[in-house]
């Protein structure tokens, strides 16, 4: 496939981005097409993939092989007359996970929370230790400065997304499991569905593989495990292969933890990250750079360094008379319960939560759950649902969260643009407060206006 023409249908993505750039750098001819120009859309230009805004059957026509996201819809014209041309078409997770066979040792991260940053993690240990890994993460990380990274085939490290089933089209050597959470229901339906999956993909691994799971979720340790592979544990509540012990925190969030490996203290780390989760993050990460023998001052320097990947608890700036602002990718009450707890962890005068619900049927799947995590942000803005790829055929509006939030907190309103949330917070901050943008959608603008970038 290296030596091929090849069309990305939804090339825009962070994901088929990051496979289109590694592709390219690997000498196959690419272009591209996505719905609307981006960020992800301008990068691919600048590395001299044709990026086609728009539908245009004309690019598949010279194409060996068509690669097409799970967003796009089956009359997509480029998708139809690449099917009626009789080309070889394939999803994004298929296509990677025919790509992940060129590898010696395929490490997928997984999990409903987290595997952007652990991804990122576990990358940064191997970089520093000069093994020079293939790398494809659903975020940019600040080391790369992009999504992706070229290296030799004995790594491929990649973030591995249960949504619509895509990781069980991957071929691991080493699994991670984070976390299994009720999210994506509106193909999962249920829990018991997502479970299964997880499931499924743990028994991917082939004899001898690894498998690393969270010791502390409750979820991840009820699935069956396969046979024959070698597992390991993580936690801090619980008894595990490595633990975290005499956790601390400064005055904005960053965590201070002592890591027990079998038993025995094995480093100290000051995490440059904030909030709990980032400690699991930080577990899961040194038990894979354990299982590849990365030593442990390479695995100190990495994860003490480690500033995350773009919109997971970023720091965008500072406004004015020291107002923290801050974004973060979170989508799902679980996440956005871990973005409160780092934001209490932060010695400031007053909190703004400016959350973005991303899909109607998550927002009308997570209601309740929704309300009950953010109510208790000091104050509470709730921009424009971002609809993504659906139609908002759930009957649900921004005014049902405001309504139950405001049962226990007063402090939410709902406005109807990024422009009056921006003039709302420059006529409400008040010094040393602090401001985080919340949600998978674009409502980091509100962040990045506010700030004048």
């Known amino acids: 496939m290296f030596n091929k023409r090849l069309h990305f249908i939804g090339i825009g993505g962070i994901?088929?981005?990051?496979?289109?750039?590694?592709?390219?750098n690997m000498g196959a001819t690419i272009t591209g097409s996505d719905a609307a120009s981006s960020s992800n859309t301008e990068m691919l230009e600048k590395a001299g993939i044709p990026v086609f805004i728009g539908e245009n059957p004309e690019l598949v026509r010279d194409a060996d092989i068509i690669i097409y996201t799970g967003a796009i819809s089956k009359d997509n014209a480029e998708l139809k007359e690449a099917k009626l041309l009789h080309k070889e078409v394939m999803e994004r997770a298929k296509f990677l996970g025919e790509l992940t066979k060129n590898y010696e040792n395929v490490i997928?991260?997984?999990?409903?929370?987290?595997?952007?940053?652990?991804?990122?993690?576990?990358?940064?240990?191997?970089?520093?230790?000069?093994?020079?890994?293939?790398?494809?993460?659903?975020?940019?990380?600040?080391?790369?400065?992009?999504?992706?990274?070229?290296?030799?085939?004995?790594?491929?490290?990649?973030?591995?997304?249960?949504?619509?089933?895509?990781?069980?089209?991957?071929?691991p050597t080493t699994a991670v499991i984070l976390n299994i959470d009720d999210d994506h229901l509106d193909y999962f339906k249920n829990i018991d569905n997502i479970k299964a999956?997880?499931?499924?993909?743990?028994?991917?691994?082939?004899?001898?593989?690894?498998?690393?799971?969270?010791?502390?979720?409750?979820?991840?340790?009820s699935i069956t495990l396969p046979k024959d592979v070698n597992v390991y544990t993580?936690?801090?509540?619980?008894?595990?292969?490595?633990?975290?012990?005499?956790?601390?925190?400064d005055n904005l969030g960053h965590p201070a933890f002592d890591i027990y490996y079998q038993n025995e203290l094995y480093l100290h780390l000051n995490l440059n990250i904030l909030g709990k989760h980032n400690i699991y993050n930080a577990l899961a990460s040194t038990m894979v750079?354990?299982?590849?023998?990365?030593?442990?001052?390479?695995?100190?320097?990495?994860?003490?360094?480690?500033?995350?990947?773009?919109?997971?608890?970023?720091?965008?700036?500072t406004y004015q008379d020291n107002i923290l602002v801050y974004d973060d990718y979170a989508h799902h009450p679980t996440e956005i319960q871990a973005t409160y707890n780092s934001v209490k962890?932060?010695?400031?005068?007053?909190?703004?939560?400016?959350?973005?619900?991303?899909?109607y049927s998550r927002t009308k799947e997570h209601l309740e759950e929704f309300a009950n995590v953010l109510k208790n942000f000091d104050n509470v803005i709730i921009a424009p649902i971002y609809p993504a790829r659906e139609k908002n055929i759930y009957n649900v509006k921004e005014s049902d969260l405001v309504d139950l939030i405001q049962k226990d907190n007063p402090n939410v309103i709902y406005l109807d643009s990024f422009a009056k949330i921006v003039t709302y917070l420059k006529e409400n901050l008040q010094p040393n407060d602090l401001v985080i943008t919340i949600g998978a959608g674009p409502v980091n603008e509100v962040g990045l206006k506010l700030l004048d970038k």
């Open 15 to 24: 994901s088929m981005s990051g496979i289109a750039l590694i592709l390219k």
């Open 108 to 171: 997928c991260i997984s999990g409903t929370h987290g595997k952007s940053t652990t991804t990122g993690m576990v990358s940064s240990c191997f970089i520093e230790s000069s093994l020079n890994p293939t790398i494809q993460i659903g975020a940019i990380h600040p080391l790369l400065n992009a999504n992706y990274r070229v290296g030799s085939k004995e790594y491929f490290i990649m973030e591995s997304c249960e949504y619509q089933d895509s990781f069980l089209s991957f071929f």
């Open 197 to 221: 999956s997880f499931q499924k993909f743990a028994h991917l691994l082939p004899k001898n593989g690894n498998l690393i799971l969270n010791k502390d979720d409750v979820n991840t340790m």
């Open 234 to 249: 993580y936690g801090i509540d619980n008894e595990a292969d490595i633990i975290a012990k005499n956790i601390t925190y």
């Open 289 to 317: 750079s354990i299982i590849y023998n990365i030593d442990k001052e390479n695995i100190k320097k990495a994860l003490e360094s480690y500033t995350g990947v773009k919109r997971r608890f970023e720091l965008l700036g």
């Open 345 to 359: 962890e932060i010695k400031c005068h007053q909190n703004y939560a400016i959350f973005q619900s991303h899909t």
